[in-house]
């Protein structure tokens, strides 16, 4: 097996692990997980979700997402924040592909590559990783 290979297979293994994180969610609409690696070792992980503290409803009656839910990207990014971590050069493993604010984050946090397992209507958030010099990977079933 070539390297190539060896980091399809290790990037299915991740996603496939973000995929369980992700059950983690309180949220109804949508659960999304995301798992931060760095030289084969788990640095963080997130998924959707109210900050620390508050109820682990995410949607109002109406069905729409309160407006202080966490995407998952962030979460795992922020818990960095309180770690002895960091996260230049790591890979981030998101169930699903991320917003434009999360994809700011990601280059803020020198992520250096994306692989996601759903694709969002909006593409702006991978856009802006691509502009960014980021290597994004889509690995979904389409």
Known sequence: MDSIEKQTKLDERYLRMARIWAENSYCKRRQVGALVVKNKMIISDGYNGTPTGFENICEDENNVS???VLHAEANAITK?????NNSDG?????TASPCIECAKLIIQAGIKRVVYGE???LTDGIDLLERAGIEVVYLGND
Do not use: C, G, M
């Open 66 to 68: 309160k407006p202080y």
């Open 80 to 84: 960095l924040a309180r770690s002895n």
């Open 90 to 94: 790591a890979t981030i493993y998101i």
């Open 119 to 121: 694709k969002y209507r």
